[in-house]
């Protein structure tokens, strides 16, 4: 019975985890290589994104005084799109395989993201 409840428990737990970053993990195998995803980290100031990844696509002004790139990955005719968010003091503070609007349409959504 115990081993059942943990089993459950760790399942739960795993398909929470997934839910709150609904990204595609094949996203990060073919893109992986895209200056952005590779060399981009967190805390990195917007002059060396851009000078990484060149222009945006579209920023946008977040409510918490931030601002977030738009991308577009192209790899062997796919495209993709990549958001870069940045922090009211222009570092990046979060990144990853949508584009910024989705992204804040998911921190809306799930408190604390």
């Given amino acids: 019975m115990i081993k059942q409840t943990l089993a459950l428990l760790l399942v739960g737990a795993s398909l929470a985890a997934c839910s709150s970053h609904p990204e595609n993990p094949v996203d990060h195998v073919t893109y992986r290589n895209e200056p952005l995803v590779k060399h981009v ?5 917007m002059q060396k994104v851009i ?47 949508k584009t910024c609007k989705q992204r804040e349409e998911e921190r809306r959504a799930t408190p604390g993201a």
Avoid: W
């Avoid at 980290?41 to 100031?45: N, S, V």
């Fill in 41 to 45: 980290k967190d805390g990195m100031t």
């Fill in 51 to 97: 000078a990484i990844g060149g222009s945006p696509s579209s920023v946008i002004d977040l409510p918490n005084g931030g601002t977030c790139n738009d991308y577009i990955l192209n790899h062997e005719g796919q495209q993709q799109p990549y958001y870069v968010r940045f922090d009211v003091t222009g570092h990046v503070d979060a990144k990853g395989f």
